[in-house]
C-alpha cells in the first residue's frame, strides 16, 4: 500500500501533511508521535472512515479499525461478535463456531452470553479484536489498543497481535517498550507531518532525523 501525498485539515487545524510512505502487506507498523501528530486521523483514513482533502492510497486493502475505547452494543457477547459475519452474509451454524473460535482467539472462552457493555474495559478490548479479526481484513487497524489496560490485558493483546503474521497490524501507541516488543517498522509523526519512517531495527538504531532520536529516547517531553 502507498499513500501519497495525503492532507487533511479540519476547521482550524492540519491533521496530515502531505504524508508520503510505502507500507509493506505484511508485519506490525507502529505509528507513533505526541498527542494530536495525526495517527488515529491517519487510521481512519486508512480504514476509510474518513476522506483526506488531497492525496490518495494506492494499493488499498481492505481494513478494520479497533477503536481506543471499544466500541460495544448492549447486548451479548455473541450478538456484538456475530453482527459484522451476519452482514457479511454467513450462516446461523458458520457463524457460531467462527464466534466460539474468535473468543478462543483472545483468551474469553464462554463469554458468548456475558453482556459486552459490563465486560471490564480489557475485555472489552479483546471482545473488539475479536470481531475485528473474524471479518479478515488484509489490514487491521488498532488505535492505542493497550493503552487503557493493566498488564495482564496488555500482554494478551500484544500476543493476540503477534499471531496475526498473514495480515498488516497497524497500530497507534505512546508505549516506546511496545513499538520495541512489536513493530516490524515504525511511522513517526509530529505535527502532522511524517518525520522518519522504516524498519524499526532502523528507526531505533540509526534514525536520520534528530527529532526521532529525541521523541525515541523518551526525552522529548517539552
Ligand atoms: N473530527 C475532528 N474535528 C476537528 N479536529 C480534529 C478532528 N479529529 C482530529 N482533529 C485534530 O487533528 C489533529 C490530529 O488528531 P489525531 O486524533 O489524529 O491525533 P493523534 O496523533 O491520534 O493524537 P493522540 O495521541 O492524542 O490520540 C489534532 O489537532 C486534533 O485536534
Ligand atoms: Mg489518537
Redesign the pocket.
Known amino acids: 500500500m502507498k499513500i501519497i501525498d495525503l492532507s487533511k485539515s ?4 492540519k ?2 501533511k502531505e504524508i508520503n510512505v510505502e507500507i509493506e502487506d505484511r508485519g506490525i507498523v507502529a ?1 507513533v ?10 487510521m ?1 483514513i486508512i480504514a476509510g472512515l474518513e476522506k483526506p482533502d488531497e492525496g490518495s492510497i494506492k494499493g488499498r486493502k481492505s481494513a478494520t479499525m479497533v477503536f ?1 475505547k471499544a466500541v460495544m452494543f448492549s447486548t451479548s457477547v455473541y450478538k456484538n461478535i456475530a453482527y459484522g459475519l451476519k452482514i457479511k452474509g454467513k450462516e446461523d451454524r458458520e457463524i457460531k463456531s467462527a464466534v466460539k473460535e474468535g473468543l478462543k482467539m483472545v483468551g474469553l472462552e464462554g463469554f458468548e452470553k456475558r453482556n459486552a457493555k459490563k465486560l471490564s474495559g480489557g475485555e472489552q478490548q479483546r471482545v473488539a479484536i475479536a470481531r475485528a479479526l473474524l471479518l479478515e481484513p488484509e489490514i487491521l487497524l488498532l ?2 489498543p493497550t493503552s487503557n489496560l493493566d498488564y495482564e490485558n496488555a500482554r494478551i493483546v500484544e500476543e493476540i497481535i503477534k499471531t496475526q503474521t498473514s495480515r498488516l497490524v497497524m497500530l ?1 501507541t ?1 508505549n516506546l517498550f511496545q513499538v520495541r516488543r512489536l513493530a516490524s517498522a515504525v511511522i513517526f ?1 509530529k505535527n ?1 507531518k511524517l518525520i522518519e519512517a522504516g524498519p524499526a531495527d532502523e528507526i531505533f538504531e540509526r534514525a536520520k532525523m534528530e527529532e526521532t532520536r529525541l521523541f525515541l529516547s523518551g526525552k522529548d517531553y517539552f
Do not use: M
Open positions: 479540519y476547521v482550524s487545524v491533521a496530515l505509528l508521535g505526541p498527542n494530536g501528530s495525526g495517527k488515529t486521523t491517519l481512519r481506543q488505535d492505542e497507534s505512546h509523526l502532522g
